[in-house]
C-alpha cells in the first residue's frame, strides 16, 4: 500500500494519434494486417538531422514524449527520472547481434551496442535537459511500468524527492513479432480490422511510448494514483480478493466505481480473468477497454493510465474506450485493471482531483 500521490501530466505516442493535441482524436486508426504501429511525430519539430541519425527510432520516441510532458508540467528539472521497459531499443540489439554474427565478433561500430541498453533513454533525458538527478530503469516484463511508478511513489511519500519523471516506451520489430509469434503470442486469424474485437487465442502486437509527471502535491495535477497492487501469476480468487482488499482499505465498495477501464485484448486463453471482474461491477460503473486501440505489449497499461489522466482533465469519456456505458454522471473513482498473458496482473486505484 502507497499513499497517494498525484500525476500532474501525461503524455503519450502511440498507434492512435494521442500525440499532437494530447488527446484521441476520432475517428481513432483501426487495425491494418495484425500489428498496431507507431504513429510518429515530426522529429524535425525536435532535434536537427545531426542529431536524429545518432539515435534509434526507440530514443527519439521516448525522447520526444518526455520532452513535451515536461514542458506540459512548466518543470524541466524534476528530481527523478524513472522508466519502465519490458525490451528496450530491439532494433539495435538486433543490429548488433546481427553484426556480430557478420563481422565475426571482430571490429563492430560500438552505437547499436551503446543504444540497446534499457537505460540509454534515460541517459538522453537526463543529457536533453542537464538533469543530474536520481534516474534508473526497470526491466520486468509485464511489471516494468508499474515497478517503476512504485519506485517514485516511495521516494515521494518518504519526501526524499517532491517530483518525478516517470515513463515506459516499447517497440516491436518485424523478427522480435515472427519470434512471438512462433511462441503462440499473437491471433493466428486476421480476417478485416473487427478481428481485434473478436475472442480467440493470441492478441494483436502493438507498441507504445508514455510519460507522467509525479507530484507529492495536488496542485493542478487532474488525477490521484491511490493504491497499486501488482500479482504475480495469482488464480481468479486472488485477483478478486486483491481488489476487495484495496477497496475496503480505502473506505470504497464496488458500487462507488464509476469507471473501469480493462486491459481486455480478446485473447481467449486470458479473458477469464476479467469476465470475474466485470461480474462485481455495479450497473453504475462505465466499463472501458483500451487494447483495441494500442495492441498488446509489456507496459500497455501506460495507454490505459495516460487515458485515465487525460480523461479526468476534460471530466469526458474517451467514446472509442467505452465497452458497457455505465448510469453514474461523476468520474471520482477510477480501477485499472491489466494483465500480461496472465502472469503479471497489475491494479490501480485512481481518484479525480
Known amino acids: ?27 481513432v486508426r483501426t487495425l491494418s494486417g495484425n500489428r498496431f504501429t507507431y504513429l510518429e511525430p515530426n522529429y524535425q519539430d525536435y532535434f536537427t538531422i545531426m542529431q536524429l541519425r545518432r539515435m534509434s527510432r526507440i530514443t527519439r520516441l521516448g525522447l520526444v514524449t518526455a520532452i513535451e510532458c515536461l514542458r506540459d508540467a512548466g518543470d524541466t528539472q524534476p528530481e527523478a527520472i524513472i522508466t519502465g521497459t519490458g ?9 548488433f547481434i546481427h553484426s556480430v554474427r557478420e563481422f565475426a565478433e571482430g571490429t563492430l561500430n560500438p552505437s547499436p551496442f551503446i543504444q540497446s541498453t534499457y537505460n540509454s ?36 511519500n518518504e519526501q526524499s524527492i517532491q517530483t518525478a519523471l516517470v515513463g515506459s516506451f516499447e517497440e516491436m520489430t518485424p523478427e ?7 511462441l503462440d503470442f499473437w491471433k493466428k486469424e486476421i480476417d478485416g480490422p473487427d478481428a481485434i474485437m473478436k475472442s480467440s487465442p493470441g492478441a494483436i502486437s ?42 475496503e482499505q480505502h473506505g470504497l465498495g464496488w458500487d462507488q466505481l464509476d469507471v473501469y477501464l480493462s486491459g481486455r485484448n480478446q485473447d481467449s486463453r486470458y479473458e477469464h480473468y ?19 486501440l494500442s495492441g498488446e505489449f509489456d507496459t500497455a497499461a501506460g495507454f490505459g493510465l495516460w487515458s485515465a489522466v487525460r480523461m479526468a482533465e476534460k471530466n469526458q469519456l474517451f467514446p472509442s474506450m467505452i465497452r458497457k456505458q455505465g448510469s453514474t454522471q461523476s468520474m471520482d ?21
Open 87 to 95: 525490451k528496450g531499443s530491439l532494433t539495435d540489439t538486433e543490429k
Open 206 to 247: 502493438g507498441e507504445g511510448s508514455f510519460f507522467f509527471f509525479l507530484d507529492y502535491q495536488q496542485g493542478a495535477a487532474p488525477l490521484q494514483l491511490v493504491d497499486l497492487t501488482l500479482l504475480f501469476e495469482p488464480g481468479e480468487g486472488a485477483v478478486l480478493h486483491a481488489m476487495d482488499s484495496m477497496l
Open 121 to 156: 533513454l534515460n541517459g538522453l533525458i537526463g543529457l536533453h535537459h542537464q538533469i543530474n538527478s536520481y534516474n534508473s530503469t526497470y526491466v520486468h516484463s509485464g511489471f516494468s511500468l508499474e515497478h517503476a511508478l512504485l519506485d517514485a511513489a516511495f521516494q515521494l
Open 274 to 292: 476479467y469476465e470475474k471482474v466485470e461480474q462485481r461491477l455495479s450497473a453504475t460503473t462505465h466499463q472501458l477497454h483500451f487494447k483495441h
Open 1 to 27: 500500500m502507497i499513499k497517494p500521490i498525484f500525476i500532474r501530466t501525461a503524455r503519450a505516442v502511440c498507434a492512435q494519434d494521442s500525440f499532437s493535441s494530447n488527446d484521441l482524436l476520432q475517428p
Open 176 to 182: 522480435h513479432y515472427i519470434i512471438k509469434e512462433k
Open 333 to 353: 473513482y477510477m480501477l485499472l485493471y491489466n494483465q500480461y498473458y496472465g502472469k503479471q496482473h497489475s491494479i490501480y486505484l485512481l481518484k479525480k482531483t
